[in-house]
């Protein structure tokens, strides 16, 4: 351990050491140091490195946020999502409001897939924040009064669609997708899935249209051809998905 803490000076002769403190800066336009969390809290999920400290940054920005706390859970099949857990300030602050704000200062793949409110972090004996303790994300789904079934065609396949992605048995057209566990990963195959049944969706509109009965108003049909493929040669424009991809300008290619 003293090996790894005490690394050698790059910049000086060998004899130099350096402590290693896990601390994760970054260096401000006038020379400032401004921390951002722990190395140890970085982990990758489907080949994004992302640093939790960073999402706890922004998360207090927020106004109506007294304290935030991220950790990453496994579920059953070994999907690895990021969880916030959040005291707020008031009762008036929601996950959908709050999700927007993170969605306007965070990378697509750091934005949590869970928002759980809580009045209390859980505590150690010593008064520390006991993370194992936090609770576990539960699915949000519609209660059995407020359950609205698809009525038109857009919303019947789109339902379907988010079934099939999200691995639920039934949706409501006011269930919020992210509140039943979608991510910005699922969005993608959301919106693929959409494509090739004949409905034309773009990222933003399902980031800002979260249930199916938002998204099936500015949802366009578009007709389902089916062609022969045979060899095909020549530019190629790029899809919607990829165009959206390289514009999302990434810190870092993710490896595979």
């Known amino acids: ?20 403190t896990g601390d994760l800066v970054r260096y401000q336009n006038q020379g400032q140091i401004e921390f951002i969390g ?5 982990v990758k999920i489907r080949g994004f490195r992302i640093e939790l400290g960073e999402i706890e940054v922004v998360l207090t920005q927020h106004p109506q946020v007294r304290e935030g706390i991220v950790i990453v859970r496994e579920d059953e099949l070994g999907t690895k999502r990021v969880s916030a857990y959040i005291i707020p300030e008031t009762s ?16 697509h793949y750091m934005v ?18 006991d993370r194992r303790a936090l609770p576990e994300p539960e699915i949000k789904l519609d209660n059995t009064a ?11 396949t789109l339902a379907d669609i988010w079934q099939t992605v999200l691995g639920l048995k039934q949706v409501s ?21 959409a494509n090739q049944a004949g409905l034309q969706i773009t990222p933003n509109q399902l980031f800002s249209h979260q249930t199916i009965s938002q998204l099936a108003t500015v949802t366009e049909i578009a007709p389902v051809t089916e062609i022969m493929q045979g060899l095909v040669t020549g530019n190629v424009p790029l899809t919607p998905i990829q165009q959206w991809f390289f514009e999302q300008n ?7």
């Open 1 to 20: 351990m003293t090996q790894e803490k005490f690394i050698p000076h790059p910049f000086e002769n060998q004899n130099s050491k350096l402590y290693k």
């Open 38 to 42: 722990r190395i140890d809290d970085q």
């Open 92 to 107: 008036e602050l929601t996950s959908g409001e709050l999700r927007l704000f993170l969605q306007d200062k965070l990378p």
């Open 112 to 129: 949590p897939a869970f928002l759980i409110f809580l009045e209390a972090f859980p505590l150690t004996t010593n008064g520390k924040i």
């Open 146 to 156: 407020n359950q609205v079934i698809p009525s038109t065609e857009i919303e019947k």
């Open 173 to 193: 057209i006011n269930d919020n997708f992210f509140e039943l566990g979608g991510d910005s990963i699922l969005a993608i195959q959301i919106i693929a899935k």
């Open 250 to 256: 990434l810190p870092e290619t993710p490896s595979l």
